[in-house]
Nanobody, 121 residues
Framework: VQLQASGGGLVQAGGSLRLSCAAS?????????MGWYRRAPGKQRELVAA???????TYANSVKGRVTISRDNAKNTVYLQMNSLKPEDTAVYYC???????????????WGQGTQVTVSS
């Protein structure tokens, strides 16, 4: 199972970015919760937003009202639309997916490689 994230970049404060992350692999049985985390320099990794397979989202307080998470279950892809970006949003963003692989009875967390988001003031 591989998660491929894309969409990061450099943007001015107040701007927008859309991140995408697709889960792929022949061993995927089902994809459950998906989410985005970030790690800023000198800080611990934190949850940005998550979404269940049924489409119920959860957001960190720091991004509520500025960020929308969505997913396309047919494509095993999760999106993160970020608006009104602030310099404090600068971080490496990682996607995560809880996957049940074919022939395996339990979920396992898979992580993407990370994509850099830099917001200039």
């Amino acid at each position: 199972v591989q998660l491929q994230a894309s969409g990061g970049g450099l943007v001015q404060a107040g701007g927008s970015l859309r991140l995408s992350c697709a889960a792929s692999g022949r061993t995927i049985g089902s994809v459950h919760d998906m989410g985005w985390y970030r790690r800023a320099p000198g800080k611990q990794r934190e949850l940005v937003a998550a979404i269940t397979s049924g489409g119920t989202p959860t957001y960190a307080n720091s991004v509520k009202g500025r960020v929308t998470i969505s997913r396309d279950n047919a494509k095993n892809t999760v999106y993160l639309q970020m608006n009104s970006l602030k310099p404090e949003d600068t971080a490496v963003y990682y996607c995560k997916a809880d996957v049940i692989r074919i022939g395996v009875a339990y979920k396992f967390d898979f992580w993407g490689q990370g994509t850099q988001v830099t917001v200039s003031s």
